[in-house]
């Protein structure tokens, strides 16, 4: 056999094994196929998870997984702390962002830095709730859910420019 005709047979076989693994090439995806980190949650809370999370409940999971590195309360620390104002980071996340999904995404996609990925939907709305709630947005009995979390105005929402709505278009 030529190494032309070997080349080829391994390319097909090779090919055969990816297709047994799940779809192939041209193939339309299942839900099940695309991982949660995958997807992006929208502004109006389009790709948000069933869950539910209050400040109370995500005190104890700031606590023990992201204190380390945002400090005890979250307005100190060495990382960009998410509550303020602080003296380490002028635009905390909590209250300069401009929408609060957009807070739940990076915390469930990002989040703790040494396990990415690593939190329930669960933990990332209580961790949500209380960088919220740190921050005097939601109020502490506030349960941030698919529902909820949309509806929250973030303080800062007003100062920054809509390009999409000038141009008559949204991205979602």
């Not at 390319?11 to 339309?28: D, F, K, S, V």
Request: net charge negative; charged share 20%; glycine share 10%.
């Amino acid at each position: 056999m030529s190494i032309f005709k070997l080349t080829a047979a391994a390319l097909l076989l090779t090919a055969a094994a990816a297709r047994a693994e799940g779809p192939g090439l041209g193939q339309p995806l299942d839900a099940a196929d695309i991982p949660f980190y995958a997807t992006y949650v929208k502004p109006d809370g389009t790709g948000l998870p069933a869950g539910s999370g209050t400040a109370e409940e995500g005190a104890e999971i700031y606590a023990a997984k992201c204190a380390s590195c945002h400090g005890k309360t979250g307005s100190e620390g060495p990382v960009m702390p998410p509550v303020g104002p602080n003296d380490v980071w002028a635009k905390p996340a909590g209250s300069y962002w401009p929408y609060a999904t957009t807070l739940f995404d990076y915390i469930r996609r990002a989040m703790p830095l040494e396990a990415p990925k690593s939190l329930s939907d669960d933990e990332a709305y209580a961790l949500a709730a209380y960088i919220l709630e740190r921050n005097g947005v939601i109020e502490a009995e506030t349960a941030m859910t698919a529902e909820t979390l949309p509806a929250v105005k973030m303080p800062n929402h007003g100062n920054f420019l809509d390009v999409w709505a000038k141009q008559g278009a949204k991205p979602w």
